[in-house]
């Protein structure tokens, strides 16, 4: 397994991205089969993700703006989806050798080690704003309040997430547990698979892979 991938690793690694000023950048580092590439690819797009959502709900610009901006969701959604599962094919090579020990009864994990990875990157997010909200001098002391009270709640499950990340790596060690890569059917984003793509007039209706 990869030098330190565990729960608490992936959770500094997320927090120190976050308290970096130029996080998320421009560009991704060029792909490898690294982990850890693509835990960064995963946090990036749940980041850029995080600040398009906000955008998107804005109220004072035109509409086309806000057109683009789902637009881009859907983008950067495909791109965080496609790096959960490379996060999983990456962690069930290096897992390879444990797997022929597998027990008869280990238990299938209905969540994969890259979807939990992905939720304590979305956890990460919401850490770091809430947090940013109990530090605002311009609001009442029944929000900050209610605030605080928020973020205690998401840092414990973060905590608890981070523990089952880390049981379920171990079990799949040790032979009792595993997990299969499940592949992302977005099939609002193939214009072969959405009726509202493939029914406009001239749109061709060969069939394709599902995205």
């Not at 027990?103 to 990460?124: F, P």
């Not at 973060?158 to 049981?167: E, I, S, V």
């Amino acid at each position: 397994m990869a030098d330190n991938l565990d729960a608490g690793s992936i959770i500094s690694f997320h927090d120190g991205k976050l308290a970096d000023p130029g996080w998320p950048g421009s560009a991704l580092p060029e792909a490898t089969n690294d982990i850890w590439h693509w835990i960064e690819a995963n946090h990036r797009f749940n980041t850029l993700l995080w600040n398009e959502e906000d955008k998107a709900r804005r109220t004072d610009v035109d509409a086309s703006e806000i057109a683009a901006s789902k637009r881009l969701i859907d983008q950067y959604n495909q791109r965080r989806n496609d790096a959960i599962e490379a996060i999983d094919e990456a962690i069930l090579t290096e897992l390879d050798p444990f797997l022929s020990m597998r027990h008869s009864e280990a238990r299938l994990n209905s969540e994969t080690a890259g979807a939990m990875i992905d939720r304590l990157s979305i956890l990460c997010l919401k850490i770091f704003h809430m947090r940013e909200q109990t530090l605002r001098v311009d609001a009442s002391a029944e929000h900050i309040a209610t605030c605080t009270a928020k973020l205690n709640r998401l840092i414990e499950q973060r905590k608890d997430l981070g523990a089952c990340f880390d049981g379920l790596i171990e079990d799949a060690r040790e032979g009792r547990a595993y997990f299969k890569v499940y592949r992302q059917f977005k099939m609002y984003n193939d214009p072969t698979l959405n009726p509202y793509l493939y029914a406009r007039p001239g749109a061709s209706t060969q069939a394709g892979s599902a995205q």
